[in-house]
Each structure stands twice: as C-alpha cells, then as structure tokens.
C-alpha cells in the first residue's frame, strides 16, 4: 500500500488508515524504531493490563489456536478447571478430537479435587502470559 507523506505542523508524517491499526491491534502509542534502514513500528502493552481468561471467549478460532500453540498440556487443564462453559466450549473447538476428549475428561475429573486453588491461579497466569503472547504477534 502506498501512502502519501504529508504535512503535519512542522514536521512530516502518513495517516495510517483505521481498518489497518484495527488490524494490528495499535492503540495511541507505539514504539517506533529504525532497523537496517526501516521504520518499524510495534504496540505498547502496558504491563498493568493482564487479560483475564474471560478474553479468550471473546477471541476467534484462529487468535485461539495461536494461543493454544503456547500453552502446555497441564496449564490448560488447570486453567480450564471451574473456568466459565463459554470459555471451556472456545477452547475444545480448536482442539482436536482426540486431545479435546483427554482435556474435557482430565478438566472434569480435576474440578471435583480439593487443594486446587494455587495450581488453578498459576496455569491462569501463564494462560494469560500466553494470551499476551498472541495478542502482540
């Protein structure tokens, strides 16, 4: 796409179309850097925003998948243990028969045990580690 370097004030810039910030997910900052003769531009994350595992419900099949690729087995299971049936249901549509079998299985049997509660917050902060992941890809 070709955009025009336009006035702005006393210096020079481009209008960057909303369809494509949507696109790449850029709020009102972002890190701008020059490398071997580019400028790239990358969002900020503000550090105090952690998205909770609720966010995954709200996600589609493909930012879903991306996640799922960066989480372990056991942190999803645990992560999914008394989790909300919106968010359990968006998980197991991007699993594969076999494994969406093993998970539902594992998750159902595990949310009857007792001293969980540790476990289950340790898998949903590295759950939503990887959600951050996805997000800035």
Do not use: W
Not at 20 to 42: A, H, P, W
Not at 99 to 124: K, N
């Amino acid at each position: 796409m070709r955009i025009p370097i336009v006035d702005i004030g006393n210096s020079k810039g481009i209008r960057i179309p909303q369809a494509i910030l949507r696109q790449v997910s850029f709020s009102d900052d972002v890190d701008l850097e020059i490398v071997d003769g580019k400028i790239v531009l990358r969002r900020l994350v503000d550090p105090s925003t952690v998205p909770e595992l609720s966010a995954l419900a709200s996600m589609d099949d493909q930012m879903i998948q991306r996640t799922l690729r960066k989480v372990k087995g056991t942190d999803l299971i645990t992560s999914l243990i008394g989790a909300d049936q919106k968010i359990k249901e968006a998980v197991y549509r991007n699993l594969s028969v076999r494994v969406c079998e093993y998970v539902q299985s594992t998750v159902t049997r595990l949310e009857h045990g007792d001293a969980r509660d540790l476990l289950i917050e340790q898998s949903r902060n590295a759950f939503s580690e990887a959600i951050m992941s996805a997000l800035s890809e």
